[in-house]
C-alpha cells in the first residue's frame, strides 16, 4: 500500500505557472503507475496525467498537453506536475493517485491523496 500527500496548490493569475507535488510513503512511486486527476465544483472528477511505472511513458489529457508535465524524483519519492500557461479553466481540487496500471480512467486507482487547491484568477 502507498499513501499520498499533496501540495503546491495555490491562488495564481491566467498565464501564471505552479508546481504540484505528491509525496509517497509505504512503498516506492518506481512501483506503480501515478497519476493526476482534477475535479471542479459540480464536475466529475477527471483525467489529467500519468506515468508508468518505473519510467514508462507518460500520457496527458488533450487538454492540457504541452502546458502539464508530469514527472518522478525516485530518491526523494516524489511525483510532481508541472504547470504552465494556466488558464481559469484549469481551477480544480487536484489529486494524486497510484495504481499497478498506467490508466486514464479513475476507476483503475485504489490509492488517492487529499487533494490540493488550485485557482486561476482572470
Known amino acids: 500500500q502507498v499513501q499520498l500527500v499533496e501540495s503546491g496548490g495555490g491562488l495564481v493569475q491566467a498565464g501564471g505557472s505552479l508546481r504540484l507535488s505528491c509525496a509517497a510513503s509505504?512503498?516506492?512511486?518506481?512501483?506503480?503507475?501515478m497519476a493526476w486527476f482534477r475535479q471542479a465544483p459540480g464536475k466529475e472528477r477527471e483525467f489529467v496525467a500519468f506515468?508508468?511505472?518505473?519510467?514508462?511513458?507518460?500520457v496527458y489529457a488533450d487538454s492540457v498537453k504541452g502546458r502539464f508535465t508530469i514527472s518522478r524524483d525516485n530518491a526523494k519519492n516524489t511525483v510532481s506536475l508541472q504547470m504552465n500557461s494556466l488558464k481559469p479553466e484549469d481551477t480544480a481540487v487536484y489529486y494524486c493517485?497510484?495504481?499497478?496500471?498506467?490508466?486514464?480512467?479513475?476507476?483503475?486507482?485504489?490509492?488517492w491523496g487529499q487533494g490540493t487547491q488550485v485557482t486561476v484568477s482572470s
Open positions: 506515468l508508468n511505472r518505473y519510467g514508462g511513458n507518460t
Open positions: 509505504g512503498r516506492t512511486t518506481s512501483t506503480y503507475a
Open positions: 493517485a497510484a495504481s499497478y496500471v498506467g490508466s486514464s480512467a479513475k476507476s483503475r486507482y485504489d490509492y
